[in-house]
């Protein structure tokens, strides 16, 4: 998640959006690391690009029991439609 937040911090700057991280520990993930990191910057460069100069935009990760979740939060208040996320998690695209 670091380097995630690395990529994307010289876009935030330069859109004068901050880029903040709220990871609680999270353990070791078992899943396709390329389509995570597809996924994570495809929600990123979304929310940086749709934010308003001097807004947030937040990745953040908790555990919830045998589950963890990641999110992707700004104040840029669109939002994406479901279709938008389903799509977004679909290997084929």
């Known amino acids: ?3 995630t937040i690395l990529t994307f911090t010289p876009l935030a700057e330069e859109q004068d959006v ?3 991280q ?5 353990p070791e993930l078992h899943v ?3 389509r995570i990191r597809q996924v994570l910057h495809n929600l990123l460069a979304n ?10 935009v937040t990745l953040a990760g908790r555990v919830d029991g045998a589950l963890v979740e990641l999110a992707v939060r700004d104040t840029g208040g669109i939002g994406l439609g479901q279709h938008v996320c ?4 679909d290997p084929r695209k």
Do not use: F, K, W, Y
């Not at 709220?22 to 999270?26: G, R």
């Not at 389903?86 to 998690?89: G, V």
């Open 1 to 3: 998640m670091n380097e």
């Open 18 to 20: 901050q880029l903040v």
């Open 22 to 26: 709220q990871l609680d520990p999270l």
């Open 32 to 34: 396709d690391p390329a």
């Open 47 to 56: 929310a940086i690009r749709h934010t308003p100069s001097g807004g947030r």
């Open 86 to 89: 389903t799509a977004l998690a």
